[in-house]
């Protein structure tokens, strides 16, 4: 009996995911890709995406452009239909990955097997956390380093009542007067990676401060906001109910649940990569700025500002591809006029990635890379909120078939060291900016 009780015991501690035992199943829910030939076949894919075929809507990984083939899912019993669709109109689609679901059970697995890794006792940075874990990971940085760190919530509590925590960085005694950088993570909900990457960048920021020069080069030539996860309803919804959940939570009547928040901001909203259905994934909401989570974070830009450009770094970490993104997104050729500094300080911070694990991350705005998308929080930073540098990262891993968004828990260290020594470079670039 004793035997059985810890078996089940070690069972329920190592496996996280036993007590998502009610979150969505992706069994046989396959990935296609399929690249579109011309702006005819373009058009069809986007209307497949925007406006759903057959009153279902599909679950885009990767956009539709001419630039690289677009993947989105399909359950079983909508994929001969679809498959069907897309043959009909001239393309050829193919099956990438047969069973979407085995990217989490992999995951899971990964997990089981990693050994806690703590860098500095208070982050346990070998598994993906709930969003309450983390809000009291800010705490715990807090308390442990309250000279430099304070924890802080943003003006409004979300649709789902719960405070947007972030981190405020200060060695300059929280007196306002330094250049910050801001970090926003996990807006977009199933994108796990961005908020453990933070945290792991936070905890080795602060950790390290006092021994270790890359930190404290860092804290000691700009304050740093953190905010390590943006959309904590959606967040906690891809934990407990839907893993490739993307949106807020938002209800807004009928089958009008969530909004696109990287598509709300006021930035060109509404005009490219959006679809007016509120059902689709994309969909940007009812006016700009209508979503708490973009109103706060728009209400923190402008206390950092204060009417002045303090701010000179907006840093928003998503998954996956493996890109630096570059302003404007909203617009194909559209460019802000220190672009030439935005490019050149982007592929500094790329090579400064790459030669820590030998990840290639591409630079380029997102309209070149991928395609244009309006609504962004790094096009608004730029043009509503008056920060001179704004990047897009995309971290691991490079493909869908590596594993999308559902990337092994083994991967936040690794991937916080390249995006560590990423950012690094950044601060050099930016604190020696005329
Ligand atoms: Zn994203």
Redesign the pocket.
Known sequence: MLIVLLACISVAVATPASEYSGRKRYDNYRLISVQPENEQQLKVLGDFQTKGYDSVFFDFWADPTLKRPAEFTVSPSQYEKVMQYLRDNNMTPTVEVDDIQMFENIAEFEAKVQPELFFNNIVDHSQYHRYDQISEYLTGFANNFGSIARKRSMSQTTYGRRTMDYLEISTNGFAGTRRAILIEAG??A??WI?PAAILYITDRLLASYTTDSEAAYMLNSFDWIIIPVTNPDGYEYSHTDDRYW?KNRHYRGGNCRGVDL?RNFDARWGTTGVSSSCSSDIYPGSAAMSEIEAQNVQDLVADIQNGGTRLIGYLAV??YSQMILLPYSHTFGSRPPNYQNLDNYGISAGNALYNVHGRRFQVGTGPELLYAASGGSDDWAIMGGSVKYAY?Y?LRPATASAGGFVLPASQIVPSGEELFASFYNLAISLYNDS
Do not use: G, L
């Open positions: 807006i977009h199933r994108e961005s993307r990287n998503h998954s897009t995309e």
